[in-house]
């Protein structure tokens, strides 16, 4: 029998399936699922304790409360991203998160022991140094599991040598969150970039102490050679198909590659992280209120209806002056643009002569003839915006948010401001961010608007309910009265 002839591999053609496309599955951490479970049952095991230590007899009414507890806590654990492993937690910042989770927990603990009928049987001081306790226990558990993992990865048994391809500042942020994560167990062997093989070294970072090990050839040999476990690329997305070609090479190798799109070169805005049938998505542009509208709402509901109550007698004053001062109606109500540039009718005591509500409406001035002497009054303690209450508790407005702008201002500084109209991504407020820091009153230039539209947009990403109640105090002291306001 003859030899028999082996076939061209290379010819055959590889048979792929369109029903079968490519998926992006999301990460999950065994440790942090298992770190979840632990810290539910280390809720109900310190109440126990905690009963024990103080010869209190276990109830149902205990049984329903530390099981209401471990549901609450794990609400609140996941809107505050406790368990997210993709966020890269400093510790500090990961107590932080578990105490606010916490915080919420316990209130809502104590409301339901010192309310409910059901639990009228159980001990308050007892619960109260259960409530106390937990957090600390619990964050001292997460500390140790993040000292135990950077001691365990930071052994040469385990290494997980990390090379940088660009270097850039994204590449150079990237090295900087590792270093700051020792229990990643990640160690940076250098950067490499092809510009270096150039001779151009003004085209890497400036001034930045970086050890760039040489251009992207000698990173396949590093890789080859077994120097190198894991590549982040961190090229610039109009490197499209330099990244291709690195990719390719790659996978003649065994390390791990990773894509770190560079997508801080665009101006983000609560931008999030999504996947749609394992689909990558990354918003640019988006609102906090997609996940916490209701939390929004909540808040706005409370403190207004609480609000209301303390002033209602001092509007029912104000209205009497301002009937009895000059004629024409109390209320001016004026249209502005609300949520998604929607239109709205917006209350305030009337503080002027005329209520304009055209294409073309002027910013009051200093000395403007058009203001009344008791609206001149209410205008610089900004008493005139008191009914925005109403435009609060019907839902069109919140307590916290971006100033409305008349109409015709909108449409003209949309065309000066680059994202100026990104301001309406959240329901505008009575008082903001830019009004405790002085962008109250008249923007007669447009540094002055541009200033407050910076404030606006620092707003809507970093917003919280504690940034809503930091806002909220600033205002009582420098939010009310200030040069600016006329």
Known sequence: MGVQELPDVSRIPVVTSNDQQPVIRLHHSKILALFRALDSCLVLFLLWFTLGMSHIEWTNSYTLLGLGAVVIFGFFAESNEV???????????????????????AAAVMFAALTLSSFKDVHLQAVFFWLISTPVVIVGLHWARRVLLAKLRSKPAEPRRVAIVGATKLGSRLVKSMNGMPWLGYRIVGYYDDRVEKGDPTRRLVGQDLQVNGGLEQLYADTRDGKVDIVFITLPM????????????????????????????????????????????????????????????????????????????????????????????????????????????????????????????????????????????????????????????????????????????????????????????????????????????????????????????????????LLDIKILWGTIFKGFVGQHAY
């Open 83 to 105: 368990y997210y492993l993709w966020r890269g937690h400093s510790t500090a910042n990961l107590a932080s998160r578990l105490m606010v989770a916490w915080a919420g927990t």
């Open 238 to 465: 109009r490197a499209e198909q330099r990244m291709q070609s690195l990719i390719t090479r790659l996978a003649d190798t065994t390390v791990s590659a990773y894509l770190i799109p560079d997508i801080y070169c665009f101006d983000l805005l609560h931008s999030r992280l999504t996947c749609i049938q394992g689909i990558p998505a990354l918003s640019i542009y988006d609102s906090p209120m997609v996940d916490n509208g209701w939390a929004k709402r909540l808040e706005d509901i409370v403190l207004g209806l609480g609000i209301l109550a303390v002033l209602a007698l001092p509007m029912l004053i104000i209205a009497l002056g301002v009937k009895l001062s000059s004629p024409g109606p109390v209320f001016f109500k004026q249209t502005r643009y609300g949520m998604r540039g929607e239109r709205i009718k917006v209350w305030k005591f009337r503080s002027m002569t005329v209520c304009e509500d055209g294409e073309h409406v002027a910013q009051a001035k200093r000395e403007d003839p058009r203001i009344t002497p008791f609206g001149g009054f209410l205008r610089r303690t900004s008493l005139d915006e008191l009914p925005q209450l109403f435009n609060v508790l019907s839902g069109s407005m919140s307590i916290v948010g971006p100033r409305p702008h008349a109409v015709s201002h909108n449409e003209f500084y949309r065309g000066q401001i680059k994202g100026y109209m990104l301001r309406h991504k959240v329901k505008p407020g009575i008082t903001g961010l830019a009004q405790i820091n002085g962008f109250r009153g008249e923007t007669e230039t447009l540094d002055k608007m541009s200033g407050r539209i910076a404030y606006d947009l620092e707003y809507i990403r970093n917003w919280s309910l």
